[in-house]
């Protein structure tokens, strides 16, 4: 059974820098692809970043490009989501999500990320 376990959130002054990281367990973690979502109170889930299951491709929103970097670990199981020059406007509560095809198929709990001005 896939599961995909986010950690890392908490409250940060704006301006300041929060990584996020993502185990994956139940299968063979290098098939799958890996994408990081927020969502903010009374708005719309938002794909902020994703990455190939090698890891050689990656994308992000234009909202965090040049501020957040996606990266993985495939030995570990483990993607990551560096935030820096975190914004107000970043606050929401972060997910991953992992699939092989199609849609993200796995997806976590999620972990709060509160930025203060």
Known sequence: QVQVVESGGGSVQAGGSLPLSCVF???????????????????????????SPTGGITDY?????GRFTISRDNAKNTVYLQMTSLRPEDTATYYCAAG???????????TQVTVSS
């Open 61 to 65: 929103a234009d909202s965090v490009r």
């Open 25 to 51: 367990s139940g299968d063979t973690f290098g098939g799958y692809g890996v994408a990081w979502f927020r969502q903010a109170p009374g708005k719309e889930r938002e794909l902020v970043a994703s990455i």
């Open 100 to 110: 092989t095809t199609g849609p993200y198929r796995y997806w976590g709990q999620g």
